[in-house]
């Protein structure tokens, strides 16, 4: 792929959760069928119905996709299985429907829309905000209009821009595929091999990791339910303050005034001040990080005998 920043490599089909959890994936060879007739819904359209040709029909699964996979066709595919769906779209997909050009809603300023229904009711809307942009949807319009904060350079403030709720909600769930990879970039594995297959294999061990890892937070928000400082507030309950743990290095040892001798370790926070400072200054006796610089000598407060 030319236009990409990395050009050769392999591309995999994924239909991942709102978390990152992958639920399916599908190693992209081409055109599914590529001796018979092109598929109404395009190439791109035939990955979608098969990443969803799992999912249970009739069960109001809502699926999001950017421009590269959606088109009419396809949404009206996903609608009759009862499977919803909102994406980007390209104009050229969308034939005989004319709406307001960029130019035309850019004079209304931010926030300025337009939409389209069809006979299947798709609707196609058109918001403006740095530039157009386009969405269909099956299930969700532009009702209720909700409001979002943007900065206008011109008079160097905030302002609230209408923003109707198919966006709102694209914005909402739209991303688990990118947060997928964004976290096995962070744990990639490093290594060569002449063996095409074996990179294949190793992502999706990785992708079993994450998805474990995902598993494993979800579980513990089940068994460890917190209480939000929003809820705390409205219910005119208060926080205790945080307390420092105090060091279990005994005084006596503490105070000695032998061999508290300060090195250079990874930063962590000091354990004397309250300012919740971080330090890299280590006391290797005592086993504790203590501020040393400037504006603060936790080192010589923390062992200075009274």
Same mark, same amino acid.
């Given at each position: 792929?030319?236009?990409? !920043?990395?050009?050769?490599?392999?591309?995999?089909?994924?239909?991942?959760?709102?978390?990152?959890?992958?639920?399916?994936?599908?190693?992209?060879?081409?055109?599914?069928? !590529?001796?018979?007739?092109?598929?109404?819904?395009?190439?791109?359209?035939?990955?979608?119905?098969?990443?969803?040709?799992?999912?249970?029909?009739?069960?109001?699964?809502?699926?999001?996709?950017?421009?590269?996979?959606?088109?009419?066709?396809?949404?009206?595919?996903?609608?009759?299985?009862?499977?919803?769906?909102?994406?980007?779209?390209?104009?050229?997909?969308?034939?005989?429907?004319?709406?307001?050009?960029?130019?035309?809603?850019?004079?209304?300023?931010?926030?300025?829309?337009?939409?389209?229904?069809?006979?299947?009711?798709? /609707?196609?809307? &058109?918001?403006?905000?740095?530039?157009?942009?386009?969405?269909?949807?099956?299930?969700?319009?532009?009702?209720?209009?909700?409001?979002?904060?943007?900065?206008?350079?011109? +008079?160097?403030?905030?302002? /609230?821009?209408?923003?109707?709720?198919?966006?709102?909600?694209?914005?909402?769930?739209?991303?688990?595929?990118?947060?997928?990879?964004?976290?096995?970039?962070?744990?990639?594995?490093?290594?060569?091999?002449?063996?095409?297959?074996?990179?294949?294999?190793?992502?999706?061990? +990785?992708?079993?990791?994450?998805?474990?890892?995902?598993?494993?937070?979800?579980?513990?928000?089940?068994?460890?339910?917190?209480?939000? !400082?929003?809820?705390? &507030?409205?219910?005119?309950?208060?926080?205790?303050?945080?307390?420092?743990?105090?060091?279990?290095?005994?005084?006596?040892? &503490?105070?000695?005034?032998?061999?508290?001798?300060? +090195?250079?370790? +990874?930063?962590?926070?000091?354990?004397?001040?309250?300012?919740?400072?971080?330090?890299?200054?280590?006391?290797?006796?005592?086993?504790?990080?203590?501020?040393?610089?400037?504006?603060?000598?936790?080192?010589?407060?923390?062992?200075?005998?009274?």
């Amino acid at each position: 792929m030319p236009a990409k !920043p990395h050009k050769w490599g392999f591309k995999m089909w994924g239909r991942a959760g709102q978390s990152g959890y992958l639920y399916d994936f599908d190693v992209c060879q081409g055109p599914e069928n !590529p001796d018979k007739e092109r598929s109404d819904v395009g190439v791109t359209g035939d990955v979608v119905l098969k990443m969803t040709s799992t999912l249970p029909a009739g069960r109001n699964h809502n699926v999001f996709a950017d421009n590269y996979f959606t088109s009419v066709l396809l949404v009206d595919h996903l609608k009759e299985r009862g499977i919803h769906y909102i994406g980007t779209v390209r104009m050229n997909r969308v034939k005989d429907c004319n709406m307001m050009d960029e130019k035309e809603l850019k004079k209304k300023g931010r926030g300025s829309m337009d939409f389209r229904v069809n006979q299947e009711n798709i /609707i196609i809307v &058109r918001w403006f905000d740095n530039k157009a942009v386009n969405l269909l949807s099956a299930y969700v319009g532009i009702e209720p209009t909700g409001s979002v904060k943007r900065w206008d350079r011109k +008079t160097k403030t905030h302002i /609230i821009v209408p923003r109707p709720a198919i966006v709102e909600a694209y914005n909402k769930f739209m991303g688990g595929v990118d947060v997928l990879d964004m976290l096995s970039a962070l744990y990639k594995f490093s290594f060569k091999s002449r063996r095409w297959y074996m990179y294949i294999w190793w992502h999706t061990v +990785t992708v079993a990791v994450i998805d474990a890892w995902n598993l494993y937070r979800r579980d513990q928000k089940k068994l460890e339910p917190r209480i939000k !400082p929003m809820a705390l &507030r409205r219910t005119g309950l208060n926080t205790p303050p945080r307390k420092r743990q105090h060091s279990s290095v005994p005084a006596d040892v &503490r105070k000695d005034g032998i061999d508290h001798s300060p +090195t250079w370790e +990874t930063r962590q926070r000091c354990k004397h001040c309250t300012g919740n400072h971080f330090t890299h200054v280590y006391c290797g006796k005592c086993n504790v990080h203590l501020c040393l610089n400037k504006d603060r000598n936790c080192f010589l407060s923390y062992h200075k005998a009274k």
